[in-house]
């Protein structure tokens, strides 16, 4: 049987944050990546996935006071870890960004589809 671990923890091993992002079944009557969210939460940007990658882009939701939008969710609804990669535009990533505050730094996502075949299999 395969597992894997997801991590939510706002003191990884007395370091920094440490806070997977996961795919949550929304409904599963739509097809791929159209049925399903993407925590902490995550909206896609578009009804379809980027021309150039292939891949979905997403972006903060937030609630009415600006804050990000987040919730409880059943375990039962967690598909499988989703993989973000920040999309930086045309700017630089400073030397000294940390892993850690990736979540925060940048304002869109790539849904990176590529990571496993799992993932592939989810986010077409």
């Not at 939460?41 to 997403?58: D, H, L, R, S, Y």
């Not at 903060?60 to 967690?78: N, P, R, T």
């Not at 000294?96 to 996502?109: I, V, W």
Request: with cysteine.
């Amino acid at each position: 049987m395969h597992h894997q671990c997801i991590h939510a923890s706002p003191s990884w091993r007395n370091g920094a944050p440490c806070y997977d992002c996961v795919f949550v079944e929304k409904d599963p009557t739509l097809p791929g990546f159209q049925g399903l969210y993407v925590t902490q939460w995550f909206i896609p940007v578009g009804n379809e996935p980027c021309i150039n990658t292939g891949m979905w882009k997403v972006e903060h939701e937030y609630d009415e006071y600006g804050d990000h939008l987040v919730s409880v969710i059943h375990l039962d609804s967690i598909l499988q870890p989703a993989h973000l990669i920040g999309i930086y535009g045309d700017e630089y990533i400073p030397p000294d960004l940390h892993y850690s505050d990736s979540l925060a730094a940048f304002g869109s996502f790539y849904v990176n589809k590529y990571s496993d075949y799992h993932a592939f299999g989810l986010a077409f």
